[in-house]
């Protein structure tokens, strides 16, 4: 039997994540994309919430809770609809803690998992889309060769977040033409952090472009030991996670486009009353909720631990159309004053166009 009521913990947990996106998140995103800068007090607010440490194992000092794909959607929503950056900078550490947690050795749990428990925001991330054309996460140009007791890597990233801070990165490079992840410490010779990217959107998460050159990572920190990782079942986590958080900004979009319809008024009354614009919110109701639904049935398949590979594509390539398409719609709504920066459309559109190209294509 399906069911689409979140749990009483779930929704416990939904009022309180939008409670405090409203809170702080949309207190200050418009400051944070035009300064790009996240104050350090939000994120550690959102540390306190535990929404990392909460299902790491209490034997490495988490909370030991299951976890949860469908309630970390939920989460990821409410946190995005508050704003993208300040989300995907919330939830950046998680990029190595849930790989770790699901598919890391006991020596890899013990040394890293711990770091990611403790009083203040731990930044780690990681580092899969390369800089070229026809880039593709099951075929990728950054190499993991063994050599002796080491491995090798050798390659560049791109939109890598939060790099330059981050004490640990999960790089993922081609071994053998399989994708493998490797735990790399900051302080690992051949590993180069460039320059801040200059995005069009998510101008408030600091991104990064890195080179490895002969960059050597033990042997022991191939993820997940001589077994590997499941990197399909990573990219569908990601997948799920994006998609979520698409649905947020989407919604936050539409919300706002929808208020403002009721409220301007033009030839007369309201411009929520012309078919052209009623319509266009309709079908951006509708795109939405079919999105999300999209989304639960991508976790429901995760959540009982089955191959959700195609829900998990199917779902991100959606999702992408979809946020373009509301937040363009939003601006469209708002008329002239959508495109100018006293609105925060224009700064969800920047930002939705994102999505195609986080985690490179959607169809792989
Ligand atoms: C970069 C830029 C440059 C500009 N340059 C100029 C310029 O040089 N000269 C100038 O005069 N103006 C200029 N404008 C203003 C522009 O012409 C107006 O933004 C435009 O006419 C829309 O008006 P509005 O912004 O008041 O939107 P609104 O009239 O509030 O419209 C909002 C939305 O409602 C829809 N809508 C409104 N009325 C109806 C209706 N009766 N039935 C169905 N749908 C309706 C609109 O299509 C739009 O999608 C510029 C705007 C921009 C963004």
């Not at 994540?17 to 035009?34: A, G, I, P, Q």
């Not at 990219?235 to 996670?241: E, G």
């Not at 991100?316 to 159309?321: G, L, V, W």
């Not at 946020?323 to 925060?344: M, S």
């Amino acid at each position: 039997m399906v069911s689409f009521s979140p749990s009483e913990e779930q929704q416990m947990i939904i009022n309180m994540v939008k409670e405090f996106s409203t809170d702080h998140l949309r207190r200050v995103y418009r400051e944070c994309d035009e300064s790009g800068i996240i104050p350090a007090d939000v994120i550690d607010t959102a540390w306190e919430f535990g929404f990392i440490s909460t299902s790491i194992p209490e034997e490495f000092q988490g909370l030991g809770e299951a976890r949860s794909s469908l309630t970390g959607a939920l989460i990821a929503e409410e946190l995005a609809w508050g704003d993208l950056s300040i989300a995907m900078h919330i939830l950046c550490p998680s990029l190595v803690a849930i790989p770790l947690v699901e598919m890391g050795t006991d020596e890899q749990k013990s040394k890293y998992l711990p770091g990611f428990c403790g009083d203040r925001f731990k930044a780690a991330t990681a580092a899969l889309i390369e800089p070229r054309f026809d880039f593709d996460p099951a075929a990728l140009s950054t190499t993991a060769r063994l050599n002796g007791g080491d491995y090798v890597l050798n390659g560049e990233k791109c939109y890598v977040p939060l790099a330059a801070d981050a004490d640990l990165l999960l790089v993922y490079a081609s071994e053998n033409d399989c994708t493998q992840g490797f735990l790399v410490e900051k302080a690992a010779t051949g590993l180069e952090i460039m320059e801040r990217e200059k995005n069009m959107g998510i101008k408030a998460l600091a991104t990064y472009e890195l080179s490895l050159k002969d960059c050597r990572v033990p042997k022991g920190n191939r993820l997940g030991g001589e077994d590997g990782c499941d990197f399909g079942r990573i990219l569908n986590y990601s997948r799920v996670a994006l998609s979520a958080m698409a649905v947020g900004v989407a919604r936050g979009a539409f919300e706002y486009a929808r208020d403002y319809a009721k409220e301007r008024s033009a030839f007369g009354e309201p411009i929520a009353s012309r078919q052209t614009i009623a319509f266009m919110l309709a079908e951006m109701a509708i795109e939405i909720d079919a999105t999300r639904l999209m989304t639960w049935e991508a976790t429901w398949k995760l959540d009982r631990g089955e191959d959700a590979t195609k829900e998990a594509s199917l779902l991100k390539s959606y999702a992408d159309e979809m946020v373009l398409t509301v937040t363009d719609r939003a601006v469209q709504i708002l008329g002239g004053h959508g495109y100018i920066r006293d609105h925060p459309v224009e700064l969800w559109l920047r930002n939705g166009r994102g999505f195609a190209t986080f985690n490179g294509m959607a169809i792989v």
